[in-house]
């Protein structure tokens, strides 16, 4: 009897358990409507991509499906208030905040109009409250939930601003790229693949490091799950092009940034996978398939080594151009470059930076300083040069976005991608401020150094024009030398040069102008 018993308990468990996760199940696609005699029925169930700053209409009909009578206190003169809650103030506003119905709406089956606009992509949930009011000057005599997670998810209106965004992007970084091939040294690429401590730092600090630390932010620091997988994803993403650019500008070893980015976009077809197959069930719900954009890695490894190969044969052929375009033209066109991208990019994805909150933003300035942190100082303790270090720091911080945010718009559907980007957003921006700021300090600290020069080079030129002077001097009370305008001019003897300096000539001893053990020019011929 008590093994009967104790079966139809594990039974119970068991169907209460299915039913649950099936509840669950259908959570994410309807709305809830709350158990009990007062309903409210919505349509259309849900409000599926609606297109920002276009009003959209909810028809709300509020209906009693109780068996028992209606309560006392709900009369012919009661009022029936819905009230209207949003989990997310950014993302939609609403035309109104309350509905008001009578008790002949909920007989005659009479509906309400809500209006909700879209301000930026992402998704709300909607919560309706009913409260009954016996009259129109009492209070609430009974508050009830009548509809819970009624979803509205807003898409952009175009993505016009983004399409011409990527075209000008992709010109300009194959045109610098080329730039790129025309300096880069293929002997040094050689010793560097034969010789592999840089790329093999660069490898650990970007695919071991990078992808656990963004993992731990993420769970640390974000509870949005879909942001959380956004964070991941850029942590896992190999080193795009804008590495090679930020390590010209600054000076770094561009040849072992360009083999590194090489290296790294083919070891991501492995690493990518490898990563988002371990640590992606975090962050998303169990059998959820992430798409690793294996076609787009391949385009943005032809983008980089293509474009270096017409530079590299510009190099061979035509050296009086590549000279030029190495000279003059690359750190110029590249400051260009990135001002430009980050101006552009900024104005484009100007509408979700209001999604931005300081946890997202300290998210991302945590990965971007410890890229830099801690590839600099991996590759200190291999004893590279301050070139190479700056090429590995730069390397490990900066990931390819591009990839990033194709793997999200695979993995996730229209805005959930965007909401997800965010994090990502976060980390770009603080990674671009932060070259900014130190490129920034470089440049000043190049002008101090110039004019301090420059000041140098004037009191050396003054100290050589005072001695030279001095040297020329008139002396009328000397015993040898020659006469000029009936005055005597003194003369250093002939072992004065390049040999000892009589007493009277030892305001001359300077470095400048005596070499020891070498030959010096009497002044008075240069003059």
């Not at 409000?47 to 276009?54: A, D, H, K």
Request: overall charge negative.
């Amino acid at each position: 009897m008590r093994s009967v018993l104790l079966n139809r308990i594990v039974v119970v468990f068991l169907l209460a358990g299915f039913l649950a996760s099936k509840a669950e199940d259908q959570n994410e696609t309807i709305p809830f409507q709350d158990v009990g005699p007062w309903v409210l029925i919505a349509y259309p169930p849900k409000l599926e991509r609606i297109t920002e700053n276009i009003p959209y209409t909810i028809n709300l009909t509020l209906t009693y499906s109780g068996n028992e009578e209606l309560p006392e206190y709900v009369t012919s003169e009661a009022l029936l208030v819905v009230k209207v809650f949003t989990t997310n103030d950014l993302t939609a506003v609403l035309n109104r905040e309350e509905l008001v119905f009578t008790l002949e709406d909920v007989n005659e089956g009479n509906n309400k109009s809500l209006e909700v606009t879209g301000q930026v992509i992402g998704y709300v949930d909607l919560n309706f409250v009913l409260d009954i009011l016996p009259n129109n000057n009492s209070a609430a005599a009974d508050t009830i939930a009548v509809l819970s997670d009624y979803e509205v998810t807003v898409v952009r209106a175009s993505d016009t601003m983004d399409n011409i965004f990527t075209v000008i992007m992709i010109i300009m970084a194959v045109l610098n790229t080329i730039n790129m091939g025309c300096a880069l040294d293929m002997a040094i690429v050689k010793q560097n693949i034969l010789r592999p401590v840089g790329p093999i730092v660069g490898f650990l600090s970007q695919f071991t490091f990078m992808p656990l630390f963004a993992f731990g932010v993420a769970l640390l620091m974000i509870d949005d799950p879909l942001m959380g997988f956004g964070l991941l994803v850029i942590g896992v993403c190999p080193g795009g092009i804008a590495s090679n650019f930020w390590t010209l500008l600054l000076d770094g070893d561009v040849n072992l940034s360009i083999t590194m980015t090489f290296i790294s976009s083919i070891a991501a077809m492995g690493m990518m996978p490898l990563w988002l197959w371990l640590l992606s069930g975090y962050f998303l719900p169990e059998g959820s398939s992430v798409q690793v954009p294996f076609l787009d890695m391949a385009i943005s490894l032809i983008l980089l080594t293509f474009p270096l190969g017409i530079g590299l044969l510009i190099r061979r052929f035509k050296l009086s151009l590549a000279e030029f375009l190495t000279v003059k033209i690359i750190k110029p066109f590249s400051f260009c470059f990135i001002i430009f991208i980050f101006g552009l990019g900024f104005y484009s994805m100007s509408h979700i930076f209001i999604l931005l909150d300081w946890t997202l933003v300290t998210a991302g300035l945590a990965v971007s300083l410890a890229g830099f942190v801690f590839g600099a100082f991996f590759a200190w303790i291999t004893r590279l040069g301050r070139p190479q270090i700056v090429a590995v720091s730069l390397e490990t911080a900066m990931q390819n976005a591009n990839i990033a945010f194709v793997l999200l718009k695979t993995t996730l559907p229209t805005p959930y991608s965007d909401i997800a980007a965010l994090p990502a957003i976060a980390q770009i921006v603080m990674t671009t401020s932060i070259l900014f700021v130190c490129f920034g300090i470089i440049m000043a600290y190049r002008c101090c150094k110039k004019c301090s020069k420059k000041e140098e080079k004037t009191n050396i030129k003054d100290e050589e024009e005072t001695a030279k002077a001095l040297m020329l001097k008139d002396y009328t009370d000397g015993t040898n030398g020659t006469y000029r305008n009936s005055k005597k001019i003194e003369t250093p003897p002939p072992n004065y040069y390049g040999g000892e300096i009589p007493p009277e000539f030892s305001w001359a001893r300077q470095p400048s102008l005596i070499v020891p053990s070498s030959p010096t020019l009497d002044p008075r011929i240069i003059a």
